[in-house]
């Protein structure tokens, strides 16, 4: 059973610092598959620049606050991890999440129907769809894609958290 159904389990966002070095990724999420846990989204990058020592990864999921302190711990422990970094994910201020989603809506219904804080960019229209980039703080993002999803108009969706 992963840890998004326990009882009291609340969404956080881990940023990490992490050394560029092969086998970081599997690191991190066999400590997380280990414990049960659902990593729900993974950003990394190696550095800015070529040759970069160091680079950052994101990751987002769901725990109680206990397993998600037993997992900042651990991950801490790790020699591939340099800093821990975490937030509550309805509480990151400084977090944003970016969503590519093919929708069944015209564009101009899509853009209005969308609550405030959430921008949007059309990318292309189709006969049958518009493909629009959602940026919004994590939790507002989810609540709009939510109810595409509800309303049938979400097609696809694509989606990753940001946070510095």
Request: hydrophobic content about 50%; some cysteine; charged content about 20%.
């Amino acid at each position: 059973m992963t840890d998004h159904k326990e009882s009291g389990a609340d969404k956080w966002i881990f940023l990490l610092k992490i050394r560029n070095r092969s086998g970081v990724l599997l690191s991190l999420t066999s400590l997380f598959a280990d414990r049960g846990v659902s990593i729900e989204s993974l950003t990394a990058h190696a550095g800015i620049w070529p040759g970069a020592v160091s680079g950052t990864a994101i990751l987002t999921f769901a725990a109680s606050a206990a397993k998600k302190n037993h997992l900042a711990r651990l991950l801490g422990r790790l020699a591939s991890v340099q800093e821990v970094t975490e937030y509550r994910y309805e509480d990151a201020q400084h977090a944003r999440k970016s969503a590519l989603a093919r929708v069944t809506l015209p564009a101009a219904d899509l853009a209005a129907g969308l609550p405030p804080g959430i921008l949007c960019d059309i990318v292309s229209v189709g006969e049958d769809h518009t493909l629009a980039l959602l940026l919004g703080p994590p939790h507002l993002l989810d609540t709009a894609l939510a109810a595409l999803s509800e309303r049938g108009a979400l097609l696809e969706m694509d989606s990753t958290v940001i946070v510095v």
